[in-house]
């Protein structure tokens, strides 16, 4: 089930999904898992690198990786699945294969593979959560890493076992490694976060995992 329930057009969305939040408890304050970064990065380049991650609402998710330093862009979209289908009604449906994602452009002379990594598992989102992310329900809110290359496969694979073995988390991580090409999704989900402050979904699931961000890496926030 989507966040917004059934597939609505934007203007809809909003007032259901306040609807919906009015009538919940307040969200619990959200702190970052203390992890250890991982033992092994993908080395620094010259060129833009790009990560794609998915992990739940990708409002939330955007809003977090546009404040780490050394990333020059976000995306909100969709990976695992076809081009045909690549629409929020579509992939509300939980029918399609899709994920919500986010594909980061970086520079990686500032900031490593590796580090957004530790930034995804720590705070972005949950990685023990099943095919869910807090009030959002489905397949396409899985905890999911979209590798771009071997390199970024290999680091992936192994900072997920690095963790592991710590048992840095009291459940076990379900992340998956995937593939799949990212399609962007509709403008109006493009931003959401700094377009819409005040929408009751920001400001009870969203705001609280920034401000747990900027806590936990102030060294990383911009």
């Not at 059934?6 to 009015?22: C, K, N, R």
């Not at 862009?73 to 699945?81: D, F, H, K, P, S």
């Not at 076990?172 to 490694?177: D, H």
Request: charged share 15%.
């Amino acid at each position: 089930m989507s966040k917004f329930a059934v597939p609505l057009t934007a203007a809809a969305a909003t007032l259901a999904v306040g609807a919906f939040l009015v009538s919940s408890a307040p969200a619990a304050a959200e702190r970052a898992v203390p992890i250890a970064a991982p033992a092994h990065d993908v080395p620094a380049a010259d060129q833009p690198h790009v990560a794609v991650f998915a992990g739940g609402c990708f409002w939330g998710m955007e809003a977090v990786f546009e404040r780490v330093k050394g990333v020059t862009n976000v995306t909100a979209g969709y990976a695992g699945g076809g081009a045909g289908d690549a629409t929020y009604d579509r992939v509300s449906t939980e029918t399609t294969g899709h994920a919500e994602a986010v594909r980061i452009t970086y520079d990686p002379k500032r900031v490593s593979y590796g580090t957004l990594l530790r930034v995804y598992f720590s705070i972005a989102h949950d990685p023990t959560q099943l095919n869910r992310q807090g009030p959002d329900t489905g397949p396409s809110y899985r905890s999911a890493i979209f590798p771009q290359n071997p390199a970024q496969r290999a680091v992936a694979a192994a900072y997920i076992a690095q963790l592991s073995a710590a048992r840095s988390f009291p459940r076990p991580i379900v992340t998956k490694l995937e593939t799949g090409r990212f399609y962007p999704a509709e403008a109006y989900h493009q931003n959401f976060y700094d377009k819409n402050p005040n929408h009751p979904y920001i400001v009870h699931w969203d705001k609280p995992k920034v401000a747990a961000f900027k806590a936990a890496f102030p060294q990383l926030a911009s």
